[in-house]
């Protein structure tokens, strides 16, 4: 039987107030952007994109942070908010890509390079999964949600279409009734790769489903929540389109990480998930 590998790859950090991953249901929009949190009190999280090596294709989840956040390695205000092309994003969301972090960089240590890469799924747009979109718009098939393309003119400046701009985005339908709203889009066709409708944080959200011959899965989370405990414990982000729909999305998490057959649930920005390779 082919082993499949899931590459964790951290592409850099990015630095947010403490309640936009943790702030629950109770907090405000305020509180969660951080535009009156001074940098002493944000934390630094890491921004994962994962590289699947699987019998059946070459499969990129995410892009994480582009090179221009950090051009020379460093922290960079004024390259971030060219990059970003909104001064509020920037504050919300403060980026560090030290050299050779970029997923660029990444692939073509593993010998990679983004023309062989058979699919990159975008669990969805915000900067932090999507801004390294061009560096890998050579790759065979670019896939994002309908549901998120959608929205996507609606969220500015939150989105910004030129991180996907000229880039050719194949948008697909939900075909298939797996996950808390019975929306999924089967990759393969045969249960191996499935991408699981999880909005609240954003319309189209997905979590990406990796299931082995044994029916033994890990589920990539994308931003359900930000960390365990945000299933464990049932707390939503602080920065939600719809917090009722992000609560049933997340309990569909928490219900999925108690399976027996749930090696690991892993949430994008989780500071406990080191880059690493897991088998299945």
């Not at 592409?11 to 629950?24: E, H, I, N, S």
């Not at 801004?131 to 896939?143: D, F, M, Q, W």
Request: hydrophobic share 40%.
């Amino acid at each position: 039987m082919s082993t499949i590998k899931i590459h964790i790859m951290h592409t850099g950090q990015v630095r947010v107030a403490q309640d936009l991953p943790f702030g629950g249901e109770h907090t405000n929009l305020l509180k969660a952007s951080g535009l009156l949190t001074p940098a002493s009190k944000k934390l630094w999280l890491p921004v994962s994109a994962y590289l699947i090596e699987h019998p059946k294709g070459l499969i990129l989840v995410d892009t994480g942070w582009s090179r221009e956040m950090s051009p020379d390695g460093t922290f960079d205000k004024k390259a971030q908010i060219k990059h970003l092309g909104s001064h509020i994003l920037y504050h919300v969301n403060q980026g560090l890509v030290p050299k050779g972090e970029a997923v660029v960089e990444q692939l073509a240590t593993l010998g990679y390079a983004p023309e062989d890469l058979d699919y990159v799924l975008m669990t969805h747009l915000d900067c932090d999964h999507a801004s390294g979109l061009h560096s890998v718009a050579t790759a065979k098939n670019i896939l994002v949600s309908r549901d998120e393309l959608l929205s996507a003119p609606h969220q500015k400046p939150r989105y910004q279409e030129k991180w996907w701009k000229d880039i050719p985005l194949t948008a697909f339908d939900w075909t298939e009734k797996e996950g808390p709203f019975q929306h999924s889009y089967d990759l393969f066709g045969d249960g191996a790769i499935q991408m699981i409708h999880i909005p609240g944080h954003a319309d189209g959200l997905f979590a990406v489903k990796v299931t082995n011959g044994d029916g033994n899965f890990v589920l990539l989370a994308s931003d359900a929540g930000y960390a365990e405990k945000s299933w464990k414990e049932l707390i939503l982000p602080g920065i939600s389109l719809d917090k009722d729909k992000q609560m049933i999305s997340l309990k569909w998490v928490k219900a999925q990480s108690e399976l027996a057959n749930c090696i690991q649930v892993i949430a994008n920005h989780d500071t406990a998930i080191k880059p690493q390779v897991i088998e299945l």
